[in-house]
Antibody, heavy 123, light 106 residues
Framework: QEQLVESGGGVVQPGGSLRLSCAAS????????IHWVRQAPGKGLEWLTVIWYDGSKEDYADSVKGRFTISRDNSKNTVYLQMNSLRAEDTAVYHC????????????????WGQGTTVTVSS | IQLTQSPSSLSASIGDRVTITCRAS??????LAWYQQKPGRAPKLLISAASTLYSGVPSRFRGSGSGTDFTLTISSLQPEDFAVYYCQQLNSYPYTFGQGTKLEIK
């Protein structure tokens, strides 16, 4: 069964750091890019970042550019999201999702999603 | 690219036909997907490439459109369809989402 499981969420003070993990199973991990999407309490979905299937390229939303870094270890079937300089507005449930199809630059869909991990930024 | 969904919320009854629209601030060709999200759950893919029904999704869901204007139609609402629906463009980064449409029971 194809699935993604996030971990690493928690409570952190403003200005702090946290690293989230997204562990994949049930499919050939190195064949697919991974995206992160977050959802603040009571709000909609916000796309954050993507890493290509081979880790060769990344892209970020302006809201996290320069503070968040995505990486992957295909030997461990895991994607990481390093979050630095955290702000109260980063409080959200963070989901990772697999991209299926497309060429990396456009197209495809997010077909498999993890249940999410909660990040709370508060003093 | 900004995506604007309308309406933001909608009340309907079992058996009703409902339509949700998603308008893009610039053309996204057919690189648009629709997702359904229930409280406390991850989003689920319904429609890819504007009109392709994802595996296992009931045929009462239908997507259409291209360019800047898209619609998601549910032909006969079932109890399990009451949820929040999001569109997403995958034409260019950042892959933005619409603000969501909450579908509630009347």
């Amino acid at each position: 069964q194809e699935q993604l499981v996030e971990s690493g969420g928690g409570v952190v003070q403003p200005g702090g750091s946290l690293r989230l993990s997204c562990a994949a199973s049930g499919y050939t991990f190195s064949d697919h890019g991974i995206h992160w999407v977050r959802q603040a309490p009571g709000k909609g979905l916000e796309w954050l970042t993507v890493i290509w299937y081979d880790g060769s390229k990344e892209d970020y939303a302006d809201s996290v550019k320069g503070r968040f870094t995505i990486s992957r270890d295909n030997s461990k079937n895991t994607v990481y999201l390093q979050m630095n300089s955290l702000r109260a507005e980063d409080t959200a449930v963070y989901h990772c999702a697999r991209i299926f199809g497309g060429d990396g630059y456009k197209g495809g869909v997010l077909d498999i999603w993890g249940q999410g991990t909660t990040v709370t930024v508060s003093s | 690219i900004q995506l604007t969904q309308s309406p933001s919320s909608l009340s309907a009854s079992i058996g009703d036909r409902v339509t949700i629209t998603c308008r893009a601030s610039q053309g996204v060709s057919s690189y648009l997907a629709w997702y359904q999200q229930k409280p406390g759950r991850a989003p689920k893919l319904l429609i890819s490439a504007a009109s392709t029904l994802y595996s296992g999704v009931p045929s009462r869901f239908r997507g259409s459109g291209s360019g800047t204007d898209f619609t998601l139609t549910i032909s006969s609402l079932q109890p399990e369809d009451f949820a929040v629906y999001y569109c997403q463009q995958l034409n260019s980064y950042p892959y933005t989402f619409g603000q969501g449409t909450k579908l509630e029971i009347k």
